[in-house]
């Protein structure tokens, strides 16, 4: 029987999602490097920079894929440090969990972005990593991460932003033609075309912190990597 193959629909987000990252994730990360010429590891270990981490702070990193955030992390910080990874695919997950398992200090767990199954003021610091462009409803989903995150701690979000300069239209071409014959070339998926519109659909950086202050978030700093291409949002909670 041949597998059903579902379109990608804006309002309806979730099983399209859930079926691509579960069919893509045995090259996901063969792929990003290979789309990002390797430059997605180097983006990434600089925006923890950006992240006042502490030592015996507990981190939750939401939307893990296969842990690179969480391992970076674990890398970085002292073994007292707790991270507690989420993402919503198993096999993500199952590939994050053999990556890590020398760090006893990750947890993992299959959870929903939108509803996370934590107390309120359970971490310190929240990170979300190329995945809010995937969640169905970005103002529900930095309520939920403020909810989960103490008052003196921050939120970051890592994602596609909207490149400036001479080298936008050539990026966009890349992103719109050159990616997803990659995806269909080397990672033997249809499911690469998804990263152009989701990249499109995507809320500018200046539009992002607009959304941050109606959410009533009072201190955001906003870091570009790459002409930005990728952002970053480091969000203090109060």
């Not at 990750?106 to 939108?114: G, H, N, S």
């Not at 014959?181 to 080397?186: A, E, N, Q, V, Y």
């Not at 998926?189 to 109606?214: D, N, T, V």
Request: hydrophobic content about 40%; proline content about 5%; glycine content about 6%.
């Amino acid at each position: 029987m041949s597998k059903i193959f579902l379109k990608y629909d804006p309002k309806h987000k979730s099983p399209f999602i859930y079926q691509m990252f579960e069919s893509l994730s045995g090259k996901y990360d063969l792929m990003n490097n290979l789309i990002t010429f390797g430059l997605h590891k180097y983006i990434k270990q600089n925006a923890i920079k950006k992240v006042p981490l502490q030592p015996k702070s507990k981190i939750l990193d939401i939307c893990t894929g296969t842990g690179d955030i969480a391992l970076i992390l674990a890398k970085k910080l002292p073994r007292d440090t707790l991270i507690t990874a989420v993402d919503f695919s198993p096999k993500m997950l199952d590939i994050a969990g053999q990556k890590a398992r020398k760090y006893h200090n990750i947890t993992f767990l299959q959870a929903d972005a939108l509803n996370l199954p934590f107390a309120d003021n359970s971490f310190d610091i929240s990170i979300i990593s190329f995945g809010l462009r995937n969640l169905n409803d970005i103002n529900q989903a930095l309520q939920e991460f403020k909810r989960v995150t103490k008052k003196g701690g921050y939120i970051v979000n890592i994602d596609i932003g909207k490149p400036n300069g001479t080298l936008a239209p050539f990026i966009r071409l890349y992103f719109t033609y050159i990616v997803p014959f990659l995806g269909k070339i080397f990672g033997k998926s249809r499911f690469y075309h998804y990263l152009p519109l989701s990249a499109a659909s995507f809320p500018s950086q200046e539009k992002l912190l607009l959304i941050y202050k109606e959410l009533g978030f009072k201190e955001v700093k906003n870091y570009n990597y790459l002409s930005g291409i990728i952002a970053q949002q480091v969000i203090k909670i109060y």
